[in-house]
């Protein structure tokens, strides 16, 4: 009996010990960095049994690249239009005599209005040109389709490595890169194309944005905290990360607030960008040979001017090579054949468009200097608003591997207080590096400064001698209140510090009938000032979209239901909440 009953309580003990080992063991996930690029994209990954920065893979071998790239060109071309190929190419796998389409990306956020820093040719981005879209596809399909391709090649990498089984089972975090200038519309369409893609999709998965400047300190500030790293950074150091890309250029500033054990950092103020990226460069060739060469350029085919053919990958060596070596002599673009025989800029023999060095500066240097006076008007903004001083600045993104933009920005740092240029080894890398770290060890700022006022239109107490008798109206419920209408409730500053918990709450009052299911509506505004105006009737305020609050019928409101907007990730969010819990749904509709 007493033998029996100590195998049985062992048994029992086993058993507890397993049940107890079961429910403490670690769920791994599959962390994946997304960085869907203008140009050109990349994909990083890392399992959470590994621990840091140099267990994350990022992807460099591609379909179509013999040569092992970090990134893969944002190109798609479609079997419906090419009857050549019996499925979709993209990427590499995209040859010159194919229609593509490239730079789709952009037409993601052509709603936007256009920025103090932005090329004026974006302007037109809806035309036709250097932006096109095939009839049966609009810029979000686009978008969706190329990153489905990048989510089934990803996925049978992954599968290869870790097993189906493995793969299947295993929730997957992606963290995909944005824009910090983007718009919210622009965010919301990128995060949708990639869930369409397949990121995410599984029951267990997540997917989160994050901001290309953030993703990219995460990744740099950390290697440059490593023990006996060269150019360790310092605690109270005030670190700029310029991030170039192939479309936008994005500046924000950041306080390294500790070094060790951990790193952690904060935003110094809000940052600044605009859509002058390397692709400017591009159409201001389009330009330039439009003005020298008129019709015989301009009617030439898509396919032969356009991103992807032979004549755009030519210009794309000329540009990676400028400023390179000292050299002034004339450069030699093509093939591309242009009735023009008597040109001086055109060899007829070699068919060759000559460019010179003087030409090459002319396309660089309004893009270049786009660049700095962002990286100045930052600089500003740190001394103005916090009376902080930038210790260093650090080059990243695609464009940042230009020799000629790292030699004009030195000078600039030279001329301006002998400020510390670095660019990293690899700094077309740091932003999808930086994105899978962020899922692996959850490095984010502690602190960032909203980039926008946020808020409402409603109608308060009318005020005499101060608002304009157009907005003047009396209350339905007491004909001698009289009310003043489209005046802004901000609900949020530009400037205004965010930080983990921080989330926005606003009382909304809708009439609603028992029994019937209830929409609410309420317009979101936004505006770029400094100062918020007042009225939403100026034309610097513009309308996000429209939060929609869905309620069941048999729904019980209590006293009082409110709207709050703030969650993880870099999108806009919202909740509903009655009774202090959070009930029914809230989306926004964004307008178009």
Known sequence: ?????????????????????????????????????????????????????????????????????????????????????????????????????????????????????????????????????????????????FLHEVYLFVSKMLRQQLTDSTFEKTPMECWITLPAIWSDEAKAATLTAARNAGFGHKPQDEIFTIAEPEAAAIATLKKYAEPGAFNSIKENENILICDCGGGTVDITTYTITRVRPYLTFDELCVGVGGKCGSTHIDRNLHALLSKRFGSAFDNLPFGIKGPGGRFMSSFEMLKRDFGLIDNNDDRDLGPVNLDVPDSEYYDLEDSTVKISYEDMQSLFDPVVDEITSLVGQQVEEAKKKRNATIDRIILVGGFGESSYLNQALADWCKNNGNIILLCPEHPQAAVVQGAALRGLEGIAPRVKHARYHYGFSISKTFREGIDSEDYAYFSQFDEERKLCENRMLWLISKGDEITTGTCITAHIRSDYSPGSNLISKIQLYYCALAEAPEYSTNPRVHRVGSIESTFDADFNFGESSKIRFGDKGDNLTFKSIANGQEAGSANIKFDR
């Open 1 to 145: 009996m007493g033998s029996r009953g100590t195998s049985d309580t062992l048994s029992k003990m086993e058993k507890m010990l397993k049940s107890i080992s079961l429910k403490n063991a670690p769920t791994h996930k599959i962390i994946v960095g997304i960085d869907y690029g203008t140009t050109f994209s990349g994909v990083s990954f890392v399992t959470t049994d590994k621990s840091g920065i140099d267990d994350i893979t990022i992807i460099s071998t591609w379909p179509g690249d013999p040569y092992g790239s970090w990134k893969t060109p944002t190109r798609i071309a479609y079997s419906v239009e090419n009857p050549k190929i019996s499925t979709n190419k993209w990427g590499f796998d995209v040859y010159p005599k194919l229609k593509s389409y490239s730079w789709t990306k952009l037409l993601l956020d052509k709603n936007a209005a256009v920025g103090e820093h932005d090329d004026p040719s974006l302007s037109c981005i809806g035309g036709p040109g250097m932006f096109q879209l095939p009839s049966f596809r609009d810029a979000p399909g686009v978008c969706e389709d």
